[in-house]
Structures are given as structure tokens and as C-alpha cells.
T-cell receptor
């Protein structure tokens, strides 16, 4: 039990579909993150939220739209994706602020396949 | 931003100690060294972190050199379940906090 859950675990969607990924953390953290991991590539940071405000957006295409309604929940809304967006999408949470106190805890990921 | 250098792969016999090195020669005074691991197709798992003193927890030990330019993660008695990619990270400062940047890590294979 990592304290960070993600749903769904697997998702297959067509390029014209709209879907959402959900992440929930039960660790009392105040920062949440979305990462993308393509096959045999390092994790790519997509978005960072601190206290429900987006603090980082790493040149992610607009077909990915994050939402953070509160410090425990994070969503990634998907629309008109491309096959190259197929990847493992990982959510993480941590404390925000002082160095040495912000280790990240990850969810199990959503395996997304775009057909 | 401090960057890290790790060997691409290592292997270790089950029951022996696994020593995973990391170079971070550009680390600055207030930056911590973090270690994570990722078992195939799972989310990364936090292992340990340190600033300048050696650290130990139930998973591993972290040895940081006195000049802080390198560190070693030690798994004292490796098991087959320790086969994973191990990431050594020096978090970069961003907007009032510190965010890890994951590289390619070291692929550790523990064999019987």
C-alpha cells in the first residue's frame, strides 16, 4: 500500500475519445505530480501542483489537461490523443517546501494505449 | 542543477551486498541525494535520502563521500525481488521546493 491510488489501471482509447485519469493520495501531502513514462525512456515530468495551484507545466501538449480540485485529488483529462501518447502515466505526491522533506510517493500508474 | 551519473547496469548474486554508485560532482550545499527504485512496470518507490551524513533504514544504507561528490546505495543482502532500476537523484529547486529529475538509472539484476 503506497498511499497513492490511480484509476483506471489500464485504458484503451481511440484518438477521438475523451477520458480522464484519476489519482488520489491518502498521505496528507500538499503537492501532486503527473509523469509520463514511454517504453525504455526515463520518467518525464508533465505537471506539478502545489496547494492546488499549478507550479510547473513542462511543455505538455494541450490535449492533456490537468485538474487539481483539492490537495488529495489530481486528474488528467485526455482528448484527441495520438498513438505516440501511449505510455505509463504515473501520479506522485509529496510535501512541498523544505529540502530533505519532499520524497515522492508514486501510484501504480495507468497503462494507456491509444489506438 | 546538479546532475547524476550512474552505471547503466549491474548484477549481483542473491544474498550478497549490492553496491550501487552515483556521481553528483556539481551538487550544491543544500541539495539532498535521493534514491528511488522502479520494479518493472510499477511506480517508482522511494528508498532513502541524505545530505552529508550516512543514512540507514530498513531498506538500504546510503554512504555519501565527505566532499559530497558521490554516493553509494547499499542493499546489504540482495534478493531476487530487488531486481529493479535504481535512480540516484539530486532534486532541483523550483518555486519554493525541490523536484526530482529522473534519469535512466542503474538496472540491477539479482541472480540466484
Amino acid at each position: 500500500e503506497t498511499g497513492v491510488t490511480q484509476t483506471p489501471r489500464h485504458l484503451v482509447m481511440g484518438m477521438t475519445n475523451k477520458k480522464s485519469l484519476k489519482c488520489e493520495q491518502h498521505l496528507g501531502h500538499n503537492a501532486m505530480y503527473w509523469y509520463k513514462q514511454s517504453a525504455k525512456k526515463p520518467l518525464e515530468l508533465m505537471f506539478v501542483y502545489s496547494l492546488e495551484e499549478r507550479v510547473e507545466n513542462n511543455s505538455v501538449p494541450s490535449r492533456f489537461s490537468p485538474e487539481c480540485p483539492n490537495s488529495s485529488h489530481l486528474f488528467l483529462h485526455l482528448h484527441t490523443l495520438q498513438p505516440e501518447d501511449s505510455a505509463l502515466y504515473l501520479c506522485a505526491s509529496s510535501q512541498w517546501g523544505q529540502a530533505g522533506d519532499n520524497e515522492q510517493y508514486f501510484g501504480p500508474g495507468t497503462r494507456l494505449t491509444v489506438t | 542543477d546538479a546532475k547524476t551519473t550512474q552505471p547503466t547496469s549491474m548484477d549481483c548474486a542473491e544474498g550478497r551486498a549490492a553496491n550501487l554508485p552515483c556521481n553528483h560532482s556539481t551538487i550544491s550545499g543544500n541539495e539532498y541525494v535521493y534514491w528511488y527504485r522502479q520494479i518493472h512496470s510499477q511506480g517508482p518507490q522511494y528508498i532513502i535520502h541524505g545530505l552529508k551524513n550516512n543514512e540507514t533504514n530498513e531498506m538500504a544504507s546510503l554512504i555519501i563521500t565527505e566532499d559530497r561528490k558521490s554516493s553509494t546505495l547499499i542493499l546489504p543482502h540482495a534478493t531476487l525481488r530487488d531486481t529493479a532500476v535504481y535512480y540516484c537523484i539530486v532534486s532541483r529547486a523550483s518555486g519554493g521546493s525541490y523536484i526530482p529529475t529522473f534519469g535512466r538509472g542503474t538496472s540491477l539484476i539479482v541472480h540466484p
